[in-house]
């Protein structure tokens, strides 16, 4: 007879112990890894480029440093006319002169985020090329000629541009001008939901680089490349995603005016009389949007579709037009004259010893544009975008200076007194290129652009 063993029972209560103490611990890290599946991933939160900022503190990145190689192309091209007298008072245009102007350059930027939504950036345009020239209109010949650099009726003076047409500016290159800014993240559609994205940004561009001066290739002379300017402008920026869909619309205003250039502005400093001696101020608006057909936001990717308008309002102005070269250079009596005894054309008023410096007087104008791109989020630290733009700039007067500045008033015995108590001659005023019959049209302006950058974002 087989005798049950005593130990059995403790083998069976031991097993049994076993299982249970497995069966607990299987249930534990399964709780645990149900926890931590459940836990959000950090994701990819970020707006569109256009009203994203570097930010600082954030719950899984500290800090934001973002790094920017971009290389752009901008090509330009109007039609120059002059103001043409008939026999019977009538006026007419004349084709003179197509401009054109090409510039390639490469633009780098850092953006720092101090805070949260918060962020310090520059920017530093690095100008490889910078052409302008002259060119008569295709089948144009002599009448063209004479019609440009025709002096006015009855002088003896050089001819006003001195040479003939091809004119070539010289090849332009350096550092114009650095910016400096900062952006703030009002709201932020990823922590707020209910509310859009709002940005808020003030730049301030400083010239830096070595002042422009006309100068044609056939000469002897340094072009310089800065305007010689400070601007201000401030911003604001909206936008909201929609699923696969983030419109977003802007409103800036930028105001400018002379710094170390002032002599371009003002050749003899605060002289009495002056009229719009002061670069134009722009208002700008934007609207657009971003079209996201695919993204991995677990993995930091995204490509998006950029498409947007802009409309600008140039106000008038003294600026840099494409006559600056042709006419700042010109060894013409009525444009260079530095003797006050020199009558002028009109038969009135004098020169005042006031150099040219072919800065002239632009009327106001507008200029719209279209810009689309190929935005490459690859990977949470880098991105690309590649894009062309095409922009019209309205037809308007680049030579418009006013003869008189009434609010000045003038002693008759003034020999800068205008005819008629009028007030004091504006010193900048040429009638040789400012006077109705003699005057000069941009009879509108195309420009394309080609642009790709690169971005690390650490």
């Not at 002289?271 to 993204?295: I, K, S």
């Not at 038969?347 to 002239?360: A, D, I, K, S, Y």
């Amino acid at each position: 007879m087989l005798k049950r063993s005593k130990s059995g029972p403790v083998v069976c209560g031991l097993v049994r112990g076993a299982v249970v103490l497995c069966a607990l611990l299987a249930s534990l890290l399964g709780s645990r890894a149900a926890s931590a599946q459940d836990s959000p991933p950090y994701l990819l939160t970020e707006p569109a480029q256009y009203t994203n900022v570097a930010d600082a503190f954030g719950e899984n990145d500290p800090l934001d440093v973002n790094v920017h190689v971009g290389f752009s192309r901008s090509a330009r091209s109007g039609m120059l006319q002059r103001e043409a007298s008939a026999a019977n008072g009538s006026t007419s245009w004349v084709d003179v002169a197509r401009s054109r102007q090409v510039v390639t350059s490469l633009d780098l930027a850092l953006d720092v985020g101090i805070y949260r939504d918060l962020m310090i950036y520059g920017r530093l345009p690095l100008v490889l090329s910078d052409t302008r020239g002259l060119r008569l209109p295709a089948g144009a010949r002599t009448a063209v000629s004479d019609a440009l650099n025709n002096p006015p009726p009855g002088s003896t003076s050089a001819p006003l541009f001195g040479t003939d047409l091809p004119l070539d500016s010289k090849t332009r290159s350096g550092v114009p001008a650095v910016d400096f800014g900062i952006a703030w993240g009002i709201t932020n559609q990823y922590r707020m939901p209910h509310l859009p994205t709002w940005m808020l940004a003030l730049e301030g561009r400083f010239g830096i680089g070595a002042l422009l001066h006309a100068c044609r290739q056939d000469q002897t002379c340094d072009p310089g490349i800065s305007r010689g300017t400070t601007r201000v402008k401030l911003e604001s920026r909206w936008s909201y995603r929609y699923r696969y869909l983030e419109p977003y619309a802007g409103l800036s205003y930028a105001i400018e005016w002379a710094t170390y250039g002032q002599r371009l502005f003002t050749p003899v400093g605060n002289l009495p009389g002056y009229v719009d001696a002061t670069p134009p101020h722009v208002a700008e608006a934007t609207v657009g949007m971003e079209l996201v057909p695919w993204e991995a936001r677990g993995r930091f990717q995204r490509f998006a579709i950029d498409l947007r308008g802009r409309a600008a309002f140039v106000s008038g102005g003294r600026d840099f037009t494409p006559l600056f070269d042709a006419l700042g250079a010109s060894s013409n009596d009525y444009l260079t004259a530095m003797n006050s005894d020199q009558v002028r054309p009109s038969g009135t008023g004098r020169v005042n010893n006031v150099p040219f410096t072919g800065l002239t007087n632009a009327q106001a104008h507008a200029r719209i544009g279209f810009e689309a791109a190929i935005a490459m989020q690859a990977a949470r630290y880098v991105r690309f975008r590649v894009g062309i733009g095409v922009a019209y700039q309205q037809a308007h007067l680049l030579t418009q200076a006013s003869q008189c500045n009434a609010s000045v008033q003038a002693s008759p015995a003034d020999p800068r007194a205008c005819p008629d108590g009028a007030g004091l001659w504006n010193p900048l005023s040429r009638p040789v290129i400012d006077f109705p019959g003699q005057r000069f049209l941009l009879d509108g302006e195309l420009s394309f652009d080609l642009f790709a950058a690169a971005m690390g974002q650490f």
